[in-house]
C-alpha cells in the first residue's frame, strides 16, 4: 500500500499471512512430493502442518477521540496515550470460559507422532495419575505402524516427554499413550462428565493444536447427539466409527484427541472428525460441523486397553451389505468368499436373524444404513441384550439379541 506522509514524501507497507501447510486426512503426514489435492467429506482432525505469520512494513494509523471533537490522524504531531489505571493480573470470573480454560490447559498435551516417513500433530489429555493420556488412533498410528516410530507429550508450559502407545482401537478411533517417565506434578487428570445426560444446545469448550497452533481454546454447543459418523483415512477406507456428539465449536486439523469440555469443565467428549470443504488445494477447515467420542464410550475403551491392551468390540455377527440403498441395514443375502451371512451359533443367529432381514431399528433408535447400525452397536458392551426391528419379505418383525464379542482390530 502506497501512500504520502505529512512531508509529501512517497512511502509504502505491506502485511499478511502466509506459509499455511496443508492437513493430510487421517494419516497425518504429507506424502513425498508434497499434499494431494483432497475432497471434502469427513476428516479425521490431524495436523502435519507449520503456520508461519509475519506483519512486515509500518503501521496503519488509528483514529481516536479527544474530548475537543477533533480527531487525531496518523500524522498528526498529537497523540493520546490511555494507561490502564489497574496493572495487577486479571483473574477470571468463577465459571466463566476463561476460568474453565485455565483451569483445564495444564492437562492438556500436543502430541506429536512420527514414524516410516510420516509425522503429524494431534492432541491428548491426562487421564489418570500413572502418566496415561487419552487421545485418538489416528493421532498415534504413525507411531506404532512403521519403523523408527517416536512419540512425544508436550505440556502447555513447554515442557516434552517421550511417550509410548499402550494400546489402541482402529475402530473406536481411541488410543492411550503412556508417557514413558511421568512428571508427577503436572498430572492432574481433567474430569469426565457423563455423555448420556448431555442435550442439545448445551455448551461446549474445545481445546487443541489446529494447525499446529497449541493451546487453542474454542467455544460452541451441542448441536446434536447420536449422530452415526464412520470417519476413514486418506484413501477413503471407513475404518472408525461413532454414535456422536455433534458441536459447532470450531475445530480443525491438529485438534485431534483434544477435549471436548462441558460447562462445568468436564470432559464431555473427543474431538475426532469434522464434515470439511476441501478447497482444490486440499485444504479444508471448520465449517462449524465436529464430532466427538462420547467420553463414556471413550473411558470403558481406555479402561480396557490400559488393563489388557487390546480393544474388545460388540457383535452382531452378521455381514452387511453396504450396496443396500433402502432404509435400515440388510444382511447380506448369502456368503461372501466362504464366510457366511449369519454366523452360525453367532448373537443374530441364536435370535433368529436371517439373511437378507433389514434391520431398522435397535434399541428403539432408528438405523438409517450399514454404518449407522455398527455406530449404535457399538454404544453397547458384549453381553448386552438389545431389542432389534427388522423387515423380512415386507413385514415388521421384533427380536432380543444378546451381543456377542471380537478382541482386536481384526476383521470379524
Do not use: C
Request: aromatic share 4%; proline share 6%.
Amino acid at each position: 500500500v502506497r501512500y504520502r506522509n505529512r512531508f509529501g514524501r512517497e512511502r509504502s507497507y505491506s502485511t499478511g499471512f502466509e506459509g499455511a501447510v496443508p492437513f493430510i486426512q487421517r494419516r497425518h503426514t504429507e506424502a513425498p512430493g508434497g499434499p494431494r489435492k483432497k475432497r471434502g467429506g469427513l476428516v479425521a482432525l490431524i495436523a502435519a502442518v507449520a503456520l508461519v505469520a509475519g506483519i512486515a512494513g509500518g503501521a496503519v494509523g488509528v483514529a481516536v477521540s479527544r474530548h475537543d471533537n477533533t480527531v487525531a490522524t496518523a500524522d498528526d504531531h498529537r497523540s493520546t496515550t490511555v494507561q490502564a489505571s489497574n496493572t495487577e493480573k486479571n483473574e477470571p470470573s468463577p465459571g466463566s470460559i476463561a476460568a474453565i480454560a485455565k483451569k483445564a490447559l495444564p492437562s492438556v498435551v500436543t502430541i506429536k507422532a512420527q514414524g516410516n516417513g510420516e509425522s503429524g500433530t494431534g492432541t491428548g489429555f491426562v487421564f489418570d495419575t500413572e502418566g496415561h493420556i487419552l487421545t485418538n488412533n489416528h493421532v498415534v498410528a504413525p507411531a506404532v505402524t512403521g519403523s523408527g516410530g517416536k512419540l512425544t507429550v508436550k505440556f502447555a508450559d513447554g515442557s516434552s516427554y517421550p511417550a509410548s502407545v499402550l494400546g489402541r482401537a482402529e475402530g473406536y478411533d481411541v488410543a492411550v499413550v503412556k508417557i514413558d517417565n511421568p512428571p508427577k506434578d503436572k498430572l492432574a487428570p481433567l474430569t469426565l462428565a457423563d455423555s448420556d445426560k448431555a442435550n442439545v444446545g448445551d455448551a461446549t469448550i474445545a481445546i487443541g493444536a489446529p494447525y499446529g497452533l497449541e493451546s487453542t481454546v474454542t467455544k460452541g454447543i451441542i448441536s446434536a447427539k447420536d449422530r452415526p459418523v464412520a470417519s476413514g483415512d486418506e484413501t477413503g477406507a471407513q475404518a472408525s466409527y461413532m454414535n456422536a456428539l455433534q458441536t459447532d465449536a470450531s475445530i480443525n486439523p491438529g485438534n485431534s484427541g483434544g477435549p471436548l469440555l462441558d460447562s462445568s469443565g468436564a470432559v464431555v467428549g473427543i474431538n475426532s472428525a469434522i464434515q470439511s470443504n476441501a478447497s482444490a488445494n486440499g485444504r479444508a477447515g471448520s465449517i462449524g460441523l465436529g464430532f466427538a467420542i462420547p467420553i463414556n464410550q471413550a473411558k470403558w475403551v481406555a479402561d480396557t486397553l490400559i488393563k489388557t491392551g487390546k480393544p474388545v468390540y460388540a457383535q452382531l455377527q452378521v455381514l452387511r451389505n453396504d450396496d443396500y440403498k433402502g432404509d435400515g441395514a440388510q444382511i447380506q443375502t448369502r456368503d461372501i468368499q466362504g464366510q457366511p451371512a449369519v454366523t452360525p451359533g453367532g448373537a443374530a443367529d441364536k435370535a433368529g436373524l436371517k439373511p437378507g432381514d433389514v434391520i431398522t431399528k435397535l434399541n428403539g433408535a432408528p438405523i438409517e444404513n450399514g454404518p449407522a447400525l455398527v455406530s449404535r452397536i457399538w454404544t453397547h458392551k458384549p453381553g448386552e441384550t438389545v431389542d432389534v426391528e427388522y423387515q423380512r419379505n415386507g413385514q415388521t418383525m421384533t427380536t432380543k439379541v444378546t451381543l456377542g464379542s471380537r478382541e482386536g482390530d481384526t476383521p470379524s
